[in-house]
């Protein structure tokens, strides 16, 4: 991957509530993404300044490359980031407690008690990814954040994508997963928030490796939620 490659503005403007579409990369099938019936509404759906960038970052990956996203939602990033893998060797392990079953949920009550959580949501986001053809590219991990961290085994990823909760504390949690990514890998926050920004900003000042590369205000449209990290 070169660095210089995260720096490419999208052609595309919102106007009135409509995007005005320039030339799109090929493989960027925005028509069919915008088809997918349960990714209308919110979070990536309907964003094409969002669904672009994380295109355009999964492409850049090299084949066998592993991305790890944290917030599953519905799975509209995850498909997005899956069009940009598509015919590669290459996998995104997807991190959502709302996937859990409703029994383990039970039983970890107390745990997740802060949690606002999707239940049964595991059947939908697998519904989508299906309607997408992305079988084999996407693997849902129904578990916190935190809890799936303690049960890796150690693999390197090429890009970590945290778009989950946007506590404070909760970030710095998921900073932790930074640990994990390859050197000349990327990571990607959405939402760059002031508790989100501090909590990353915190973690990359101590870990003088990670460099900033690009945020929100560097690129059009100029949306508050792409912020990208390159490990040295």
């Known amino acids: 991957m070169n660095k210089q490659d995260y720096f490419v503005p999208m052609d595309a403007e919102l106007h009135n509530g409509k995007w005005v579409v ?3 990369p090929e493989g960027f099938d925005w028509k069919f993404l915008d088809f997918l019936p349960e990714l209308r509404g919110g979070g990536t759906a309907g964003r094409l ?10 492409s850049l990956l090299p084949d066998n490359s592993r991305i790890v996203e944290i917030g599953t939602a519905q799975g509209a990033s995850a498909i997005v980031m899956g069009t940009g893998i598509r015919g590669k060797n290459s996998i995104i392990l997807t ?13 970890r009550r107390d745990e997740l008690t802060k949690y606002e959580l999707l239940l049964g949501n595991l059947h939908h986001v697998m519904q989508n990814i299906r309607a997408a053809r992305l079988e084999g590219y996407i693997v849902p991990i129904p578990d916190t954040s935190e809890n799936a961290l303690k049960r890796w085994d150690g693999r ?6 945290v778009d989950g909760s946007h506590t404070y504390e909760d970030v710095k949690k998921d900073c932790l997963w930074m640990q994990y990514v390859k050197h000349g890998g990327v990571a990607v926050f959405d939402d760059w928030i ?5 909590a990353v900003m915190e973690y990359v000042a101590a870990h003088r490796e ?16 792409k912020t990208v990290f390159w490990r040295n």
């Open 194 to 198: 002031e508790p989100v920004e501090k």
């Open 210 to 225: 990670w460099e900033l590369l690009t945020r929100s205000t560097d690129q059009p449209p100029k949306h508050p939620w």
């Open 156 to 161: 390197k990823i090429d890009m970590l994508y």
């Open 22 to 24: 320039g030339n799109l």
């Open 95 to 107: 991190i959502d407690p709302g996937m859990m079953s409703d029994e383990e949920v039970q039983s």
């Open 49 to 58: 300044d969002h669904s672009y960038y994380l295109y355009h970052y999964a």
